[in-house]
């Protein structure tokens, strides 16, 4: 009788833990909720010139574990984009990144990186874009693929705040907080 209980226990958690990992996916929103928002979010005009930006990294339990600056450079020619990245952490780390962005049709995107693992893919809508990717995470305990799920939102003409979760195994192990901020043009 004790096994019996004790194996009906444990289905009961793999079944719960299951129920609660699939009601997890039910919320979520839409980048079509934000297709009358205002400002429109034109990343061509936005992402073209210098930019600057600050942020956090955050661990599963939402304590900050890094905090960073970043330089940015973007130029257009057509609908191909090129943004250049330089990165500078709390702890002195130096990173550099390029994005080579592609404007689709329908307020889609497409980006490729060094760093990241296949395209990522992006659409707009009002002043939202939804921006999903899987990147090469190095770390001093090894490298990692996880998967960035990034929405970014023109809170202003100048701004845009950046929020993304980090996905490993379908579990959120971190997120990320990037205000951006669009410098003066002469």
């Known amino acids: 009788m004790q ?3 004790s194996r009906f226990i444990g289905f009961t958690k793999v079944w719960l833990l299951l129920l609660i990992l699939g009601l997890s996916g039910c919320g979520s ?3 079509h909720d934000y297709s009358a928002s205002e400002p429109k979010l034109d990343l061509l005009q936005f992402f073209n010139g210098e930019l600057q930006a600050s942020g956090m990294v955050e661990d599963y339990s939402g304590q900050v574990v890094r905090r960073f600056n970043v330089r940015m450079t973007g130029s257009w020619q057509g609908n191909q984009g090129v943004l250049k990245e330089w990165f500078e952490y709390d702890d002195g780390e130096l990173a550099e990144r390029t994005w080579q962005i592609t404007k689709l049709a329908d307020g889609r995107y497409r980006g490729r990186a060094e760093d990241i693992q296949g395209v990522a893919e992006g ?4 002043f939202a874009l939804r ?3 899987d990147m090469l995470l190095k770390l001093d305990s ?4 996880v998967h960035f799920d990034d929405w970014m939102y023109q809170t202003a003409p100048d701004t845009i705040i ?4 980090i996905r490993k195994w379908g579990l959120t192990v971190g997120e990320v907080t990037l205000v951006i901020r669009r410098l003066e043009h002469k």
């Open 123 to 126: 659409q707009a809508e009002g």
């Open 142 to 145: 090894g490298e990692y693929q």
């Open 162 to 165: 950046n929020r993304s979760e």
């Open 3 to 5: 096994m019996l209980m």
């Open 29 to 31: 929103v839409d980048i």
């Open 131 to 133: 921006w999903r990717y």
